[in-house]
């Protein structure tokens, strides 16, 4: 069983579309953060949140963390071939001396 | 600055035999990790090096291994191969040495593409 779900597994849309997608847990994270891999490449990290209902934004991307610290989400608007890729959500406990990773979300962004 | 690097980029092996796989870090840091990364199931966390020391382990057997040198590469060993060790292994550097993996920023190599048959 993943410590953190992220859903949908994967998510095939047009140029041009909004997306959602969504990182969850029943455990509380002192931090979470977001990384995009392509493919033959390793992650690489996009943002870090910090503070319950903390929102961030990276040009296109905005990312929140939940009020409660359990749950986080991006959202790509007008959503661009370049932003293929798989994106993985990773939590820190401070319980534990490692991140939490999801599975992850394959995105692909059709022109 | 040069990324992480990682050698080989793909390699196929048979059941039993074993493999070490490289990992140089990115010039100045210190922390290596290393994870395995299978479909679905995310990265999981095989163990940590700092200072030729490993600091922490995940979950595997002991048939995975690792080391780090003096000058911070380090290599991880599989031994006596299974079909499920089939995986990308990443390996991650990071500048803070006193605060590992979880809350320091880690650079991440493209990885090795190991398959078993």
């Known amino acids: 069983t993943q410590l953190l779900e992220q859903s949908p597994q994967f998510l095939s849309i047009q140029e041009g579309e909004n997306l959602t997608v969504y990182c969850n847990s029943s455990?509380?994270?002192?931090?979470l953060q977001w990384y995009r891999q392509e493919p033959g490449e390793g992650p690489v990290l996009l943002v870090t949140v910090v503070t319950g209902g903390e929102v961030k934004k990276l040009k296109r991307l905005t990312f929140q963390f939940g009020d409660a610290r359990k749950d986080s989400s991006l959202h790509i608007t007008a959503a661009q071939p370049g932003d293929t890729g798989l994106y993985l959500c990773?939590?820190?406990?401070?319980?534990?001396?490692?991140?939490?990773w999801g599975a992850g979300t394959k995105l692909i962004i059709k022109p | 600055k040069a990324g992480v690097t990682q050698t080989p980029r793909y390699l196929i092996k048979t059941r039993g035999q074993q493999v070490t796989l490289s990992c140089s870090p990115i010039s100045g840091h210190r922390s290596v990790s290393w994870y395995q990364q299978t479909p679905g199931q995310g990265l999981q966390f095989l163990f940590e090096y700092f200072s030729e020391t490993q600091r922490n382990k995940g979950n595997f057997p002991g048939r995975f291994s690792g080391r780090q040198f003096s000058n911070s590469r380090s290599e991880m060993n599989v031994s006596t191969l299974e079909l499920g060790d089939s995986a990308l292994y990443l390996c991650?550097?990071?500048?803070?040495?006193?605060?590992?993996?979880?809350?320091?920023?880690?650079?991440f190599g493209p990885g090795t593409r190991l398959t078993v048959l």
């Open positions: 990773a939590g820190n406990m401070d319980s534990n001396y490692q991140l939490i």
């Open positions: 455990s509380v994270f002192s931090s």
């Open positions: 991650a550097s990071s500048a803070n040495p006193s605060t590992g993996p979880s809350t320091d920023t880690q650079y």
